[in-house]
């Protein structure tokens, strides 16, 4: 580190999550390396460093010869604030080279709220933000993630998105670049290239046309780009790739572990969930894949815990097997095993019984919805007979701390819904009373609440949001009905964010002017309550001649042409305007395992039919 | 093997690890190198590993010393070379034995360094020679002044490009004294940047601390 930097560095808090130099990092000579690419996660090395696929892709990148993929995170605001001052430009953790010096500029997109530090980073990068701007085949913008399934309001700042699970066609995409570098290309050559890739998006290729009323008129593509740009799945998910030399941190994490990815997809289809649509169908790694991943991570990396991901990991067909054969790993080695919310059946209460003998914390989980009814009408195939019956089990078990997740506005969802939430939470705890296995240590019963968003390609795609007024009003009915029981709390996420996420999540291209705007008031890293301000965007819509209600609060008709609708991720149109029927009727409509629903998700095998 | 003794070095990007971040990654150096630690009973158990003198954050040093516990016999003179390839970039291991006595014995240590941005050599060695040079660091009950003098066993300063080289023996523990409290007793006078390197450790009459 040169003095410049190291007297900033001396300045600022946890200064270790600026330097790189962690055990696994992949160092290479330049003189081999012909592609630089810098792998860019717009929040914190915290936050970044705790993403599974971050790794994977920094794992699959590095493993391609003459290629480079170093890591960059955006600074925490007393160093970003230093970085300016000095006019210093951010720079990759491996070789301490600014942005400028990447070939390739790529960022990892999970939530909406990660926008506006996009175009930060790019700014402390000095890179230029609209893609326009950067004429040459340098300083290429990409973007993968979550989000991509609608990154239309992130549009005018990307060179090239890829839709669904990035290993095969990050390659691809890198590989075409190289060619197009060696001989020469201009880049709207190698952007019509590349939309040939299946799962690449070039926004660029295509022109938005709007209605009088700012809806979606048309979605047209132009120089051969497809109509539809089709998602990518890694087919053969027990032979995919899996980080076993990750980094690992010096400084602390968020999640500082080994994270075992037991399968994708999920096969429930809880409709307002947006993953749980785009990720289909289900891949599953065998146990014995995993048991090995996970041996070999644990003794490459030095980590003591082992976490189980995935959308849903009680549905593994395996977990009996896969913990019993981790657990006796780990036992012996003070390894502690853990698995995320689990779904409240006895299969899961029985694993966690065995699991949490390494550790004992609380349990979590997550009924969305108050009463039966409305949990049907969100296809959460949960009774309120097996969640009394997991906690007591629980109980029995000698747990004394449950977490229940809800969310509030759900479709259809009327007050009497809400008071369900109470009434469950009562239930729980009168369980409690009458199974607790040791009353003196007391209980605790934890409700949180968040503010439902309505997300694209999801049978709710359509929904209006609920007003933040609204959501304040039974906020306060649940907090009423509560109050009178001593061992529940109340948690609730306030509905401020989801305002601007529901927004961002819907969002056309238009809003992009937004999302500058509201950077160039200073905006970035929202998603820290530290950061995010309400009046920031409720400031920049109208000042870009937009209304924040028309793409939150606003129920969309099923015939309006959405601005997604030329991203397929393999879902049916048709299979989520019946899902959303059904919801309506208080339908159920079973798991992929127990009948197919021709969702359409199969199309992306090779024989066409799901085994998950 | 009980009352086991490492000295490593810490230096490059290894300076901005912090004292708790390191222990956390000195567990996970000695668990991937699988030489197994001894650990804590109980229900949340904690390698038996200490730290025997804290260091800042942004200071390097080429004489750090780890007591800790193995739960097997392990060749000591081989340890270094088995752990060497599992650390982060910066640390270094360069000795392990048995811990010859406490680590409270460790007194004195020699540091250099660079302070820029402040005043010249003369200036730092007329202020350091001072019979009493009373400093304010942060004690358990608020903020209290101590007379450092005692503790600057030698203080040593040349002229460079911008600022002052020093060469410094300062008291490690009971009291302690860093050079980041020498900074403060200096005031206004105080330079803008300055980097130092603990270079020996030595016992209260100056023989080598092991
Ligand atoms: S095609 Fe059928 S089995 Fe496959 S994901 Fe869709 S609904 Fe489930």
């Not at chain 1, 109340?490 to 969002?507: F, I, K, P, Q, T």
Request: aromatic share 10%.
């Amino acid at each position: 580190m040169n003095e410049k930097i190291d007297a900033l560095l001396r300045q600022v808090q946890r200064p270790a999550r600026y330097v790189g130099g962690e055990y696994n990092q992949v160092v290479k000579d330049k003189a081999d390396v012909d592609v630089r690419f810098a792998f860019c996660f717009p929040d914190t090395y915290e936050i970044g460093m705790s993403n599974l696929g971050m790794k994977i892709l920094y794992g699959v990148l590095n493993d391609m010869p003459g290629v480079w993929c170093e890591r960059v995170f955006a600074p925490w605001g007393d160093m970003a604030d230093r970085l300016r001052q000095e006019h210093i430009p951010l720079w990759a953790l491996e070789s301490g080279d600014p942005l400028e010096d990447f070939d390739i500029i790529a960022f990892s997109l999970g939530y909406e709220m990660a926008y506006t530090t996009v175009l930060d980073m790019l700014d402390m990068g000095h890179i230029p933000l609209r893609a326009k701007d950067r004429p040459g085949l340098e300083h290429l913008v990409m973007a993968g993630g979550g989000c991509i399934c609608n990154i239309e309001p992130m549009a005018d700042f990307f060179d090239l998105c890829f839709l669904g699970e990035g290993e095969d066609v990050d390659r691809e995409a890198v590989e075409l670049y190289r060619r197009a570098k060696a001989e020469g290309w201009t880049k709207e050559r190698y952007l019509r290239e590349a939309a040939r890739i299946e799962g690449v998006y070039v926004p660029s290729l295509y022109d938005i046309s709007y209605n009088a009323g700012g809806t979606v008129a048309a979605i047209t593509p132009k120089d051969g780009a497809p109509a539809k740009v089709r998602k990518r799945i890694v087919e053969d998910f027990d032979g995919c790739y899996y980080p076993t030399r990750p980094v690992v941190p010096s400084t602390e994490i968020v999640h500082d572990r080994v994270s075992l990815e037991v399968f994708r997809g999920c096969i429930r289809g809880c409709r307002f969930c947006q993953a749980g649509h785009t990720n289909r169908p289900v891949r599953s790694r065998s146990p014995e894949t995993l048991l090995r991943l996970g041996k070999e991570t644990l003794e490459n990396a030095g980590y003591q815990e082992l976490n189980l991901s995935s959308l849903s990991t009680s549905d593994y067909r395996g977990l009996s097997e896969l913990c019993d054969g981790l657990l006796d790993y780990c036992r012996p080695r003070g390894i502690s095993l853990s698995l995320p919310s689990l779904r409240a059946d006895n299969f899961s209460m029985d694993i966690m019984q065995r699991v949490q003998q390494v550790r004992k914390s609380g349990l979590t989980f997550a009924p969305e919805a108050g009463t039966q009814r409305l949990r049907d009408v969100i296809n959460k195939n949960v009774t309120e007979e097996d969640l009394l019956n997991s906690c007591r089990i629980a109980f029995e078990g000698g747990w004394n701390n449950v977490k229940l997740y809800f969310m509030l506005g759900l479709p259809t969802e009327t007050d009497e819904d809400v008071l369900g939430i109470a009434e469950l939470a009562k239930k729980v705890f009168w369980t409690w009373k009458q199974h607790a296995a040791n009353k003196s240590r007391g209980v605790r019963i934890t409700v949180s609440t968040s503010e439902f968003i309505p997300k694209p390609h999801t049978p709710f795609q359509w929904e209006a949001q609920i007003s933040r007024e609204e959501y304040l009003r039974r906020v306060d009915l649940l907090t009423d009905a509560l109050s009178r029981t001593k061992s529940v709390t109340y948690n609730w996420h306030d509905a401020e964010m989801s305002l601007v996420e529901a927004a961002l999540a819907r969002g056309d291209r238009r809003v992009g002017a937004v999302i500058e705007d509201v950077w160039r008031r200073g905006g970035r890293l929202e998603s820290w309550s530290e950061y995010f301000r309400l009046d920031r965007w409720l400031e920049a819509f109208p000042a870009c001649g937009l209304d924040i209600d028309f793409y939150g609060t606003r129920e969309r008709p099923v015939d309006e042409l959405l601005p997604w609708e030329h991203m397929d991720c393999a879902v049916s149109r048709r299979h989520l305007e019946r899902e959303r029927e059904r919801a309506y009727e208080g339908v159920l409509t079973p798991d992929c395992r127990a009948g197919c629903a021709g969702c359409g998700a199969a199309s992306l095998l090779k024989e066409g039919v799901c085994r998950g | 093997m009980d009352k086991l003794r490492l000295r490593f070095s810490k230096t490059g990007r290894a300076v901005y690890i912090s004292h708790l971040d390191l222990m956390r990654t000195m567990q996970r150096v000695f668990s991937r190198a699988g030489v197994p630690l001894k650990y804590s009973e109980g229900f949340n158990p904690h390698a038996k590993i200490s730290l025997i003198l804290p260091l800042s954050v942004g200071t390097a040093s080429l004489c750090e010393y780890m007591d800790f516990a193995l739960t097997e016999d392990r060749d000591l003179a081989a340890l270094p070379a088995a752990l060497n390839p599992y650390m982060p970039e910066g640390i270094e291991a360069l000795e392990a034995y048995e811990a010859p006595g406490k680590g409270a014995e460790l007194r004195w240590l020699r540091l250099a360094g660079v302070m820029k941005g402040g005043r010249d050599a003369a200036f730092y060695r007329d202020f350091f020679a001072r019979s009493s040079i009373p400093a304010e660091h942060r004690a358990k009950r608020g903020m209290r002044t101590d007379d450092i003098a005692p503790s600057i066993k030698m203080a040593r300063f040349t002229d460079i490009d911008g600022g002052a080289e020093a060469e410094l023996i300062l008291h490690a523990q009971e009291p302690t004294v860093s050079p980041e409290l020498m900074m403060t007793a200096l005031g206004e006078d105080a330079p803008a940047y300055f980097r130092f390197t603990r270079l020996e450790a030595y016992r209260e009459d100056m023989t080598p601390f092991r």
